[in-house]
């Protein structure tokens, strides 16, 4: 991975990380009733699952380019409809959180941590995702371990930065985030995203 693809990379993750999901919204919920520091257990616990994922699809997606040329092709199309589905379903997406009203009370980390793995691992499509976003920042046909370990490094930086940065925002602006125009024009902005992402990765060469 070259010192260009690894800063992509990582704002790529930063961006995964923001855009609307059960783990946001469990984030969201629980930094506005706890503020953002009850959110950090949580964050951390989504991020290990992404990164078990991130690994699983670094290993199976080299075995595949080094041997099946034409299934790779077959993944990168398939990864890139499931982006272009997801933009979709996240732009017209009308969710929004009014009405809630969560019971204020006190998380301790290691709930977080394990509720936090739960959400992410119980979502399995979350490999689908980077196995269409990989090819896009390494050379599958010469993966190494350090680049594996450098994506996951990044991986969990990247995810902190963007969870957390969620989580800290909805406590400064808890008004802002119940407000249903608001995560309309959210959801359109990440899907939006995704779909240009989902574009660009099935015309790729």
């Given at each position: ?118 959400i992410s691992a119980s979502n399995p499509k979350v490999i689908?995702?980077y196995i269409a976003f990989l090819p896009t920042f390494m ?67």
């Amino acid at each position: 991975m070259t010192p260009e693809s690894a800063a992509l990379f990582f704002i790529a993750i930063i961006v995964f990380a923001i855009t609307p999901g059960p783990g946001v919204f469990a984030l969201l919920a629980r930094a506005m009733t706890s503020g953002a520091r009850a959110c950090i257990g949580l964050a951390l616990g989504m991020a290990a699952s992404d990164i078990i994922y991130l690994v699983m699809a670094c290993y199976g997606l080299a075995v595949v380019a080094q041997n099946w040329g034409e299934v790779f092709i077959v993944i990168r199309i398939i990864g890139a409809a499931y982006l272009i589905y997801l933009g979709w379903k996240m732009w017209s997406d009308r969710s929004h959180l009014e009405g809630q009203q969560p019971v204020s009370r006190q998380f301790s980390f290691f709930s977080g941590l394990s509720q936090g793995f739960l959400i992410s691992a119980s979502n399995p499509k979350v490999i689908l995702f980077y196995i269409a976003f990989l090819p896009t920042f390494m050379d599958l046909t010469a993966l190494s371990n350090s680049d594996i370990a450098l994506a996951a490094v990044l991986c969990l930086f990247g995810l902190m930065i963007g969870l957390m940065g969620i989580a800290v925002t909805a406590s400064w602006a808890r008004r802002y985030f119940r407000s249903e125009r608001a995560m309309t024009g959210l959801n359109r902005v990440a899907g939006s995203i995704m779909i240009s992402a989902g574009v660009y990765i099935g015309l790729r060469q």
